[in-house]
């Protein structure tokens, strides 16, 4: 793999296991690895694919250490929340205006999101992405992205409800106010609320004490299930 071209289709499994030496089950355990951290990508009835290096996910990786850490959701949530309220910060301080328009047009699909959920949880992810995008700091955006790999899962059972959307629309565009004033105070005080709001959301589908090690098989599946 680390000398494939992207977009080179792996050989078969038999003859990776013949090249390799090792058993179909010890290789099929290695490309589910590889798979959760975006370095191969399968497809169905076609193969095994080499991704291109912008489409390998660092941050994959990084959840699979917190992982192995046993972390908790509470720890996960706590931890969002020092990041992300600096990230607010440093978006009102940094922010160009092509963050300006990338944030404001995922804001516009979000409110037009209405009753689908699923489309709603997506332009969350986003939001909070091109928002640490914004800060212009790549180490923030990769852990938080980590972090958010972990907690997918539940958050897409969370964001399920129109009144639930309502709110975390209004709570962007608060977010996004202040953002765009470059009042960072307020940008992180009110990511701070949004936070509290959205951790009590999360804790209505899983408990605070809940080990995301339980959930190791779920992660390396990339599950998105409701």
């Not at 922010?95 to 995922?106: A, F, G, N, W």
């Not at 209405?114 to 990769?142: F, I, K, M, T």
């Not at 907690?151 to 975390?168: H, Y």
């Not at 005080?189 to 949004?194: K, P, T």
Request: overall charge neutral.
């Amino acid at each position: 793999v680390a000398t494939s071209e992207p977009g080179t289709c792996l050989p078969t499994e038999r003859e990776l296991c013949a090249k390799l030496g090792v058993g179909r089950s010890t290789l099929r355990e290695a490309i589910r690895s590889l798979t959760f951290m975006g370095v191969v990508r399968p497809r169905q009835g076609s193969g095994t694919y080499v991704t291109s290096p912008e489409d390998q996910a660092v941050e994959k990786m990084i959840a699979l250490g917190l992982t192995f850490q046993r972390a908790k959701v509470q720890d996960i949530i706590e931890a969002r929340r020092v990041l992300e309220v600096e990230v607010a910060r440093l978006a009102a301080e940094r922010y160009t205006e092509s963050d300006r328009s990338k944030l404001e047009t995922i804001m516009s699909a979000m409110s037009a999101s209405g009753v689908q959920p699923a489309e709603a949880s997506h332009c969350d992810l986003q939001y909070h992405v091109s928002l640490a995008r914004a800060s212009h700091n790549v180490v923030l955006v990769h852990l938080i992205n980590g972090m958010r790999a972990l907690l997918e899962i539940w958050m897409n059972r969370a964001v399920n409800r129109v009144p639930v959307i309502v709110d975390i629309v209004r709570e962007h565009n608060s977010i996004l106010e202040a953002v765009l004033k470059r009042d960072a105070e307020q940008a992180s005080v009110r990511m701070s609320l949004h936070l509290t709001n959205a951790a009590e959301r999360l804790f209505s589908v899983v408990g605070k004490e809940q080990l995301m090690a339980d959930y190791l098989s779920l992660l390396l599946g990339g599950s998105n299930e409701s």
